[in-house]
Antibody
């Protein structure tokens, strides 16, 4: 069965870095776009970033552009999110989500989600 | 950036009631609109994609409609297990954005 398991969350001081991972199984990872979506405590959903199935295209939300980097290793079926210069407002549950790719885009629908990993940015 | 305005932000209805949520985009997004259900402490779950298509395994009491800038999500007969928050999401072009959510409760 499809599984997405996030890891790497924790408590970190403002200005520091953290790397999240998302281990995928149960499907052909290299055929899908992969996204990170976050949810601050008691708030709605915020899209963070996407990486195309082959890693050749990446897009970011405005609030993380220049600070976060999305990447993937298709040989390891793993998605990553490198988060630098963390701020208090980055505190959230971070979900990885799978997206089928059309002929032109891997930003379609999030048809499967992991259970999330919690990131807390606090001094 | 395309913004999504979802309404109402919360609603209370009785079991068996028909419930409708609306989502409006600031630009024409064609059919590039999805709906998700999120229960407390859980990850979101895809219910409707491409504005009107029911995801595999989702009960037929859920439906979606609309095109362009105006979209609707309907629960045909509200069930106790439908208590959750529902979100719309566009995918016309990055950045992708979600509506603010609608919390559905039982009266």
């Amino acid at each position: 069965q499809v599984q997405l398991v996030e890891s790497g969350g924790g408590v970190v001081q403002p200005g520091r870095s953290l790397r999240l991972s998302c281990a995928a199984s149960g499907f052909t990872f290299s055929n899908y776009g992969m996204h990170w979506v976050r949810q601050a405590p008691g708030k709605g959903l915020e899209w963070v970033a996407v990486i195309w199935f082959d890693g050749n295209n990446k897009f970011y939300g405005d609030s993380v552009k220049g600070r976060f980097t999305i990447s993937r290793d298709n040989s390891k079926n793993t998605l990553y999110l490198q988060m630098n210069s963390l701020r208090a407002e980055d505190t959230a549950v971070y979900y990885c989500a799978r997206a089928p790719c059309s002929s032109t885009s891997c930003s379609t629908r999030f048809d499967f989600w992991g259970q999330g990993t919690v990131v807390t940015v606090s001094s | 950036d395309i913004q999504m305005t979802q309404s109402p932000s919360s609603l209370s209805a009785s079991v068996g009631d028909r419930v409708t949520i609306t989502c409006q985009s600031t630009q024409d997004i064609s059919i590039y609109l999805n709906w998700y259900q999120q229960k407390p402490g859980k990850a979101p779950k895809l219910l409707i994609y491409d504005a009107t298509n029911l995801e595999t395994g989702v009960p037929a009491r859920f439906s979606g409609g609309g095109y362009g800038t105006q979209f609707t999500f309907t629960i045909g007969s509200l069930q106790p297990e439908d208590i959750a928050t529902y979100f719309c999401q566009h995918y016309h072009s990055p950045p992708l954005t979600f509506g603010g959510g609608t919390k559905v409760e039982i009266k």
